[in-house]
């Protein structure tokens, strides 16, 4: 049971209660109308327990709005009480005060000052005691500072141009083949490119030839490019075919004769080692 249900019981139980005693109290004062008008004293007995009836019923009234009061206060909401009919309002002491100092710039309530003693009896105060002098050592350290240092600048790799000595195009052999599940223009191929393990390659060129003219083939394939996943497949290199716009074919570049699987194609002029890994912007 949460805390609001628990107030709305709590409530309904406090103006059930309340309610009973108002019922007893017309009672009671039935009964003693009653007593007076047939002479009935047992009608006093009557009225002594319906007052204990009533006494502990404000009493359970009592304890009941305290729970209340304490379910409220959980759930957030302040309890303010307020004066009893009759109480005086709360007296607050008057705060002390604050005596300035000639001169000096603080108040009785610094924690850096102490304030001076009183002087004669009419009311005035003494004099602030002399400052004290500053060295001339001290005000030379406050005025001079050290020159913040300078850092210097850290040496930055030289640039090197862009050209195509920077891109490692390797010979590799198509070892398998394969439709990319999820892609209706790639092909998957498995590339040994004279490292431990061949490397999965996504290539585009399911509008350009059929697989069987891409099995076994020797090709040369970028390799420091970043492996990017292609429908749920990393490519870890991009294979080099020429294409012509205009007829809408596409060729796969073959390489030099006499070039091994692994070996480097390099133009000439374009001296230099590639990069480790280029980024997708080429």
Do not use: W
Not at 26 to 38: F, G, P, R, T, V
Not at 39 to 62: P, S, T, W
């Amino acid at each position: 049971m949460d805390e609001s249900e628990t107030r709305q019981r709590l409530e309904k139980q406090a103006r059930q209660a309340e309610e009973a005693i108002e019922f007893l109290k017309n009672q009671l004062e039935s009964l003693n109308e009653k007593a007076a008008s047939l002479g009935i004293f047992k009608a006093h007995d009557e009225a002594q327990r319906l007052r204990n009836e009533n006494d502990k019923l404000q009493a359970e009234i009592v304890d009941l709005k305290k729970e209340l009061s304490h379910l409220e206060a959980q759930n957030g909401n302040p309890q303010v009480s307020l004066p009893r009919p009759g109480s005086k309002p709360p007296v607050y002491a008057e705060a002390p005060p604050i005596k300035a100092y000639v001169g000096t710039g603080l108040t009785s309530e610094s924690k850096s000052f102490a304030a001076p003693a009183r002087g004669d009896d009419d009311g005035e105060a003494a004099a602030p005691a002399p400052a004290q002098p500053v060295s001339k050592k001290a005000e030379t350290k406050k005025a001079v500072k050290k020159p913040a240092k300078k850092k210097e600048p850290s040496p930055q790799p030289e640039a090197r141009p862009v050209d195509v000595s920077r891109l490692n195009i390797r010979v590799g052999k198509i070892l398998s083949v394969r439709r990319h599940p999820e892609a209706d223009t790639l092909f998957v191929e498995e590339v040994d490119i004279g490292e431990e393990k061949p490397r999965t390659v996504c290539s585009g060129l399911v509008p350009f030839m059929p697989i069987e003219k891409i099995q076994d083939r020797t090709a040369i394939f970028l390799c420091n490019l970043k492996a990017v996943k292609m429908r749920g497949i990393f490519s870890e290199a991009m294979i080099m075919c020429a294409e012509n716009g205009k007829e809408k074919k596409c060729e796969i570049i073959c390489p030099p004769e006499g070039s091994q699987i692994g070996d480097r194609v390099t133009c000439k002029n374009y001296p230099g080692e590639p990069d480790d890994v280029r980024s997708e912007e080429r």
